[in-house]
């Protein structure tokens, strides 16, 4: 999981690129994760969403979401979802499926 807290995305994808180069490079292909992490964030954003769909990702797994919102998606069967990283690029360009706890 990359810093989200910076104040622009550059970084956040610099911090990812680089860890999948050392994954990369010690564990060959095999070593390059599918799925997106985001255990800890403050709060979850869109933009990432759309850079871990165009980083290749298959899915994106997060963590500490709102107890609210949480039992609102149990109720309605809706723990899972495709995301729609961004409204300007064509789907599934910036789609991820999602899924929290």
């Known amino acids: 999981m990359g810093d989200e807290a910076t104040t622009h995305y550059a970084p956040s994808?610099?911090?990812?690129?680089?860890?999948?180069?050392f994954l990369r490079r010690h564990f060959g292909t095999c070593g390059t994760?599918?799925?997106?992490?985001?255990?800890?964030?403050f709060g979850h954003s869109r933009e990432m969403a759309a850079i871990f769909a165009q980083m290749g990702y298959d899915?994106?797994?997060v963590?500490?979401?709102?107890?609210?919102d949480k039992g609102t998606r149990e109720s309605g069967r809706q723990l899972e979802m495709l995301w729609r990283g961004s409204g300007d690029l064509a789907?599934?360009?910036?789609?991820i499926f999602t899924g929290g706890t």
């Open 59 to 61: 899915g994106l797994f």
């Open 13 to 21: 994808i610099e911090q990812l690129a680089l860890g999948r180069r």
């Open 33 to 41: 994760p599918r799925v997106a992490w985001q255990i800890d964030p």
């Open 91 to 95: 789907s599934p360009t910036a789609d």
């Open 63 to 68: 963590g500490r979401v709102d107890y609210q």
